[in-house]
Antibody, heavy 121, light 108 residues
Framework: QVTLRESGPALVKPTQTLTLTCSFSGFSLNTGGMSVTWIRQPPGKALEWLARIDWDGDRYYSTSLKNRLSISKDTSKNQVVLTMTNMDPVDTATYFCARAKRGSGATFDYWGQGTQVTVSS | DIQMTQSPSSLSASVGDRVTITCQASRDIGYFLNWYQQKPGKAPNLLIY???TLEAGVPSRFSGSGSGTDFTFTISSLQPEDNATYYC??????????FGGGTKVEIK
C-alpha cells in the first residue's frame, strides 16, 4: 500500500534553511508519470502548493516562492527532499508531501500526515 | 495566476440536508478542478477530480459539476462524519496549482 511520511525539524530560527524529507513506499519515482509534491498549510489557513518533482527529474515551483525552494529526489531511498531558504515566521505551517495520480501531476491521491514547522527565534 | 474564489467560507447544516459549495475561477480553467475533504489535524482526502469524477472508495453522496469558471460541489445528504473543511483545487499545465480558501462544514 502507498504511504508517505514527512520528517524534519519542528523548530527553525528566522533566516535559517529548512530541510524536509518525504519518505514513501508503495510506488516508485522511477515509474513513468509519477510525481511527488510539497504543500503547506499555515495554522487555520488554506493549503498552499510549493513544489513538485517528476519521475524524470523535472522540477516545478510556486512562482511566489521559487527563489527560496529546491526539490530533489533519491529514488534509491524512495525519498524526496525540500529545502526552503531564509525562513520567516510567516512560514510557520504544517508541511505535507503528497503523491499525484500517475500522469496527472496535480491530483493528489495519497498524502503524508504532515509535519509541523514553527519559525521562531 | 488564476484565483479561486470558494464560497461560502463556512456553513452549518443538519444531518440529511443537501449542501452545496461553489468555486469560481478568475478565468476559464476547463474541467481542471479537484475537491478535497480535510478533517481537523489530518491531511486532505481526495473526493472528486476533473470536476466531476468520484475518487474510488468515496461515498456517492459526494458529487461535483461544472466547467469553465464555475464549479459546484454537493453533498446530497449530509452525514455526521462529513464535519470537515472542503477545498477546491485548480491546476494548469504550467504547472501552477491553486487551492480555494476552504469551506468549513459544521453539523447542527
Amino acid at each position: 500500500q502507498v504511504t508517505l511520511r514527512e520528517s524534519g525539524p519542528a523548530l527553525v530560527k528566522p533566516t535559517q534553511t529548512l530541510t524536509l524529507t518525504c519518505s514513501f513506499s508503495g510506488f516508485s519515482l522511477n515509474t513513468g508519470g509519477m510525481s511527488v509534491t510539497w504543500i503547506r498549510q499555515p495554522p487555520g489557513k488554506a493549503l498552499e502548493w510549493l513544489a513538485r518533482i517528476d519521475w524524470d527529474g523535472d522540477r516545478y515551483y510556486s512562482t511566489s516562492l521559487k527563489n527560496r525552494l529546491s526539490i530533489s529526489k533519491d529514488t534509491s531511498k524512495n525519498q524526496v527532499v525540500l529545502t526552503m531558504t531564509n525562513m520567516d515566521p510567516v512560514d510557520t505551517a504544517t508541511y505535507f508531501c503528497a503523491r499525484a495520480k500517475r500522469g496527472s501531476g496535480a491530483t493528489f491521491d495519497y498524502w503524508g500526515q504532515g509535519t509541523q514547522v514553527t519559525v521562531s527565534s | 495566476d488564476i484565483q479561486m474564489t470558494q464560497s461560502p467560507s463556512s456553513l452549518s447544516a443538519s444531518v440529511g440536508d443537501r449542501v452545496t459549495i461553489t468555486c469560481q475561477a478568475s478565468r476559464d480553467i476547463g474541467y481542471f478542478l479537484n475537491w478535497y475533504q480535510q478533517k481537523p489535524g489530518k491531511a486532505p482526502n481526495l473526493l472528486i477530480y476533473e470536476a466531476s469524477t468520484l475518487e474510488a472508495g468515496v461515498p456517492s453522496r459526494f458529487s461535483g459539476s461544472g466547467s469553465g469558471t464555475d464549479f459546484t460541489f454537493t453533498i446530497s445528504s449530509l452525514q455526521p462524519e462529513d464535519n470537515a473543511t472542503y477545498y477546491c483545487q485548480h491546476y494548469d499545465n504550467l504547472p501552477q496549482l491553486t487551492f480555494g480558501g476552504g469551506t468549513k462544514v459544521e453539523i447542527k
